[in-house]
T-cell receptor, first 115, second 114 residues
Framework: NAGVTQTPKFRVLKTGQSMTLLCAQDMNHEYMYWYRQDPGMGLRLIHYSVGEGTTAKGEVPDGYNVSRLKKQNFLLGLESAAPSQTSVYFC??????????????FGPGTRLTVT | AQSVTQLDSHVSVSEGTPVLLRCNYSSSYSPSLFWYVQHPNKGLQLLLKYTSAATLVKGINGFEAEFKKSETSFHLTKPSAHMSDAAEYFCVVSDGGNTGKLIFGQGTTLQVKP
């Protein structure tokens, strides 16, 4: 039982390049999330999904796209990377939220540098 | 709207002394509250959660937190710090909707000196 995994762990991009980050979970969770973490700002939600085939915008969605074609996978895409997207990206998953069940389980993160 | 404020960006303690990490929240309803820990270059791990049951919540590694509605606080404590407790700690509140979204505080870095 691997929990939440992320690929790759590190990546360096040049401005304008594109890439896709992959998140996979083996807990049969319905909900999945992508966050970015920047110093002094906590985690900010980029996009999220409440089930296979669904996606929605979070707090900071500009410059990113997502897809949830399979329940266990959640992809984050950068079509044209910018230096402002240098960050650590975390994926998380959770069961269907109801009272007492909001906790999310996090992957190990992807460190992205855009030069 | 829900929000959370961590009152200290950095806390330094000596090994064996108590730890207090402070968190205030704002919520228009009875919230779910969490503390997560992040060790250097690692993902986030759930320490404990409050979900409207007992107001004193016990978590892993000897940590506990007390929900105080009158003070809108959810401070994290530990009686005796260990070197392995050095990490960043996040206070988190649920947004209360059916999306499961969480709102994170800015984080508190805990330094433990030998």
């Amino acid at each position: 039982n691997a929990g939440v995994t992320q690929t790759p762990k590190f990546r360096v991009l040049k401005t304008g390049q594109s890439m896709t980050l992959l998140c996979a979970q083996d807990m049969n969770h319905e909900y999945m999330y992508w966050y970015r973490q920047d110093p002094g700002m906590g985690l900010r939600l980029i996009h999220y999904s409440v089930g296979e085939g669904t996606t929605a915008k979070g707090e900071v969605p500009d410059g990113y796209n997502v897809s949830r074609l399979k329940k266990q996978n959640f992809l984050l895409g950068l079509e044209s990377a910018a230096p402002s997207q240098t960050s650590v990206y975390f994926c998380a998953s959770s069961q269907t939220p109801r009272v007492g069940r909001y906790e999310q389980y996090f992957g190990p993160g992807t460190r992205l540098t855009v030069t | 709207a829900q929000s959370v404020t961590q009152l200290d960006s950095h806390v330094s303690v000596s090994e064996g002394t108590p730890v207090l990490l402070r968190c205030n929240y704002s919520s228009s309803y009875s919230p779910s509250l969490f503390w997560y820990v992040q060790h250097p270059n690692k993902g986030l791990q759930l320490l404990l959660k409050y979900t409207s049951a007992a107001t004193l919540v016990k978590g892993i590694n000897g940590f506990e937190a007390e929900f105080k509605k009158s003070e809108t606080s959810f401070h994290l404590t530990k009686p005796s710090a260990h070197m392995s407790d050095a990490a960043e700690y996040f206070c988190v509140v649920s947004d209360g909707g059916n999306t499961g979204k969480l709102i994170f505080g800015q984080g508190t870095t805990l330094q433990v000196k030998p």
